[in-house]
């Protein structure tokens, strides 16, 4: 029996649950073979209970850590786990984010048998089928134009690997993957990613007993939802509501209450499910809401379930909770609602919050390719300020935590280069805190390819507030080869050839308070200091 204080033996299994999930991340950049996750990091790691509730990650990406416990429920409800089996899922009706990320999930079982927990690994692929390549087609508007859907799937049952079905699941029609080499190779590493955590737990198990991991791992969550309960206590009874309009007009709305100590989020309000791709599935929204309340915090604590637990989520169907039916001809699409829709929905949060002013509220999404080749990238733009600090310029934030290629890279695998990539200087919104600047990135293209993009606060800035100023706008637009110039909306789809040029602009930060005064913000003595950037 440990003669430690309690806090102090919280502390070290925290950290004992965060080195399993930084370990299996590593296991997965080292073996993958895409550039998407190998030099992007577009990936995830995950620590979960037996009852499948995310207990610990790695410093990841908030889009995949929220909705992994999610997925590892419906998993379970839908395909039972045993001892040698692991499981593969994109589709979004089990805890999928979008068609490429695709999620693979194993059980953790002691010598004896005991379920343990679970480890799962979510990552991007930049290239899973689809109407257009890199599978994120602007256009789309039904959940089988956009790639391959894998409901949850066996791929090792009972130790036996299934690699010919799943390669026959990644070949079929109607838009079969256009890499599926390159899917299997990077399945593959996150199978060993998740052998990785296996092993892990369950020797941590073996030297501290099952019965004293399953308490830590409980003791953990207790502590997350007593901390955002603590939090909730200081700002005292509140009622607040907020709206946000995407670019094409669809509304995002939702209600704060704050009583006791408790915390109800009510998105009625919002818009009907989107004739586009924005529709942001359950799993997206929590993992909005679970970032939202790490920011709340202001402490160093994993991004955990248990800080859900003094929350209710009012989530009618709509754009922010689709409907999914067993054929995927039938279902909505998604892929922009997990990209673009995530981010303006924590904007929208840390709005109703008072917690900083607007970030880009973007993703900035390009892909490129053919037949041959995919393509993805997001890029950085500005954050916004708030109370005491300034927003950062020309970083990845809030949903979004991953790397650009470095230049190098991507010109000596794709036919592309890198003409300029800057600070986009004076984007960001101005106020006695100003926002960040964005960037501007130039793509010349050096053969034929199709180009798509997904982006927001392209109509408007990212919002400033207490009298703080917008940032810019972001802008895209197309340099032809024979001189003509192309403006391009927010969601676009384009044919380019050798020649032609993409310069992309992305949103600055918007500002907070006003250059002319000297006022404080009303909730600053419970606010992180400098969280607009996430990357």
């Known amino acids: 029996m440990s003669h430690r204080p309690a806090a102090v033996e919280l502390e070290l299994f925290t950290h004992r649950f965060e080195a399993i999930a930084s370990e299996m991340g590593e ?70 984010s979008h068609l490429p990320d695709v999620t693979v999930i194993t059980p953790v079982h002691s010598a004896a048998g005991r379920l343990l927990g679970h480890v799962a690994s979510r990552a991007h692929h930049a290239e899973i089928g689809g109407i257009r390549p890199g599978s994120m087609p602007p256009g789309a508007s039904r ?68 019965e004293r991991v399953a308490e830590m791992m409980g ?68 993992s909005a809401v679970l970032y939202l309340l790490r920011l709340l915090l202001a402490q160093p604590l994993p991004l955990n379930e248990g800080l859900l637990e003094p929350v209710e989520l009012v989530l009618p169907p709509g754009l922010l909770n689709p409907p999914f039916q067993a054929d995927p001809a039938l279902c909505p699409a998604v892929v922009g609602g997990n990209v673009e829709t995530s981010q303006r929905l924590v904007n929208l949060l840390l709005k109703v919050f008072r917690l900083s002013a607007a970030s880009q509220g973007t993703m900035n999404n390009v892909l490129f390719g053919n037949q041959r080749l995919a393509y993805y990238e997001t890029v950085a733009g500005g954050c916004g300020a708030g109370p005491g600090f300034a927003g950062a310029s020309a970083v990845h934030s ?108 992305t949103p600055g930060g918007g500002g907070w308070g006003s250059a002319l005064e000297d006022a404080e913000a009303p909730l600053a003595e419970h606010l992180v200091k400098g969280h607009g950037d996430a990357g």
């Not at 080292?30 to 620590?47: H, I, P, Q, W, Y």
């Not at 003791?219 to 907020?242: M, T």
């Not at 340099?479 to 192309?486: K, P, Q």
């Open 398 to 505: 809030h949903m979004t935590n991953t790397r650009i290629t470095d230049p190098e890279v991507l010109e000596q695998r794709y036919p592309v280069r890198l003409e300029r990539f800057a600070v986009r200087r004076g984007s960001g919104g101005a106020g006695r805190w100003p926002g960040g600047d964005g960037v501007v990135r130039e793509l010349l293209f050096l053969a034929s390819l199709s180009l798509s993009i997904l982006s927001q606060n392209r109509r408007r800035g990212p919002f400033g507030l207490e009298g703080g100023d917008a940032g810019a706008p972001g802008r895209q637009r197309l340099l032809r080869a024979d001189g003509s110039v192309e403006e391009l909306g927010a969601i676009a789809a384009r044919e380019v050839g050798p020649g032609d040029r993409l310069i992309l602009e």
């Open 219 to 286: 003791r953990l969550a207790g502590a997350a939802g007593e901390r955002v309960r603590q939090a909730l206590s200081k700002l005292g009874d509140l009622s607040r509501s907020e709206a946000e309009e995407l670019d094409d007009g669809a509304v995002l709305q939702v209600a704060l209450g704050v009583r006791a100590g408790r915390l109800k989020l009510d998105f009625t309000g919002s818009s009907g499910v989107h004739p586009g791709n924005l529709n942001a599935p359950e799993a997206v929204v929590r």
């Open 143 to 210: 959940l089988v134009e956009e790639g391959v859907v894998i409901p949850p799937f066996r791929l090792v049952e009972a130790g036996e690997a299934r690699w010919p079905a799943m390669r026959q699941l990644l070949s079929a029609p109607p838009y079969p993957s256009r890499n599926v080499d390159e899917n299997l190779a990077d399945l593959a590493a996150a199978v060993a990613a998740n052998q990785r955590g296996v092993r892990a737990l369950a020797g941590l198990a073996e030297r501290c007993g099952d």
């Open 27 to 96: 296991m997965l950049r080292r073996t993958a073979r895409s550039t998407n996750v190998k030099e992007r990091l577009d990936f995830s790691c995950g620590l979960l209970d037996a009852e499948g509730r995310l207990v610990a990650n790695a410093p990841h990406i908030p889009v995949h850590l929220g909705a992994l416990g999610l997925c590892v429920r419906k998993v379970r409800q839908a395909l039972p786990l045993a001892p040698g089996d692991v499981v593969v899922t994109n589709h979004p009706a089990f805890g999928g």
